[in-house]
C-alpha cells in the first residue's frame, strides 16, 4: 500500500476513534480575601479536574476585576464571588453564584451541564 493511503486510513482511524472535542468549561470568579472563594478552592479545589465534571469542564479560574476573560461573554455582569461560568465556545450557558457547600455545589452544576450541554453522555477519560 503506498505511503499516501496507509497516512489518509490512519488519519480516518484516528477520526474514528478519538473523543469528540468541545470547548466546555467551568469559569470561576473570585477575588483576593474571599472567604468562600478559599473554602471552595480548600475542598474541592484538588478534587475537582478528577471528577466526571471537571473533566467535561476543567476549570479556569480569573479575578473579579478581569471578567469576562477574553473571547468569553458573560450573559450579565458577576457582582458576587465566586461565581461559577460554565462556558461554551466562549459563551455563557448558565451559572451558579456563590458556594453554597459541597453537596449542593455539585447537585448544581450537574443540573447546569445536563441542561445545557451533552453530559454525561461524552465517552470517559482516564
Known sequence: MPLRALTALSALLWLT???AVHAV???MVEQKGCHYCIEWKTDLGPIYPKTSEGQY???RTVQIKDAPPEGVDFA???TFTPTFVLVDNGQELGRVEGYPGEDFFWGLLTMLLETHTDY???PQTN
Do not use: D, G, K, W
Open 17 to 19: 476513534v478519538a473523543p
Open 25 to 27: 468549561e467551568l469559569i
Open 76 to 78: 450579565r455582569p458577576v
Open 57 to 59: 469542564a476543567p476549570l
Open 120 to 122: 454525561p453522555n461524552q
